[in-house]
């Protein structure tokens, strides 16, 4: 296994929790153009404005979240650490992914 991983990354602009269902297609998409690689990870950020709207109309965070994390885990092996008020939510532009792979 190479010590520098290969990274591609995404913007997502769709709504909560519609973005979940996008960036897990997107991340399917980036684990089968690799061929099998060593190791994955996975680095969410959120745009905290977003998630603050769908707050508002109503729209619960979980278990919407719970359950993509769990999808990722179990489809993919791939464990991705929950956002939190430190790290995983930005304030500014949409959602964000960031893929990690190492051969």
């Known amino acids: 296994m190479t010590s ?3 990274v ?5 602009h769709e709504p909560w929790p519609d973005v979940l269902m996008a960036m897990r297609l997107w991340i399917r998409e980036q ?4 061929g099998g690689a060593a190791q994955y990870e996975v680095q969410l950020s959120f745009s905290r404005p977003e998630l603050l709207a769908a707050r508002r109309s109503g729209i619960a965070m979980q278990p ?3 359950d993509f ?3 990722v885990l ?3 092996g ?3 650490p929950r956002p939190d008020e430190r790290q995983g939510l930005h304030e500014d532009g949409p959602h964000r992914v960031r893929f990690h792979y190492w051969r």
């Open 4 to 6: 520098k991983p290969t």
């Open 8 to 12: 591609f990354a995404r913007e997502f």
């Open 31 to 34: 684990v089968s153009l690799t």
């Open 64 to 66: 919407a979240l719970d």
């Open 69 to 71: 994390l769990r999808s």
């Open 74 to 76: 179990r489809e993919y």
């Open 78 to 80: 791939i464990s991705i």
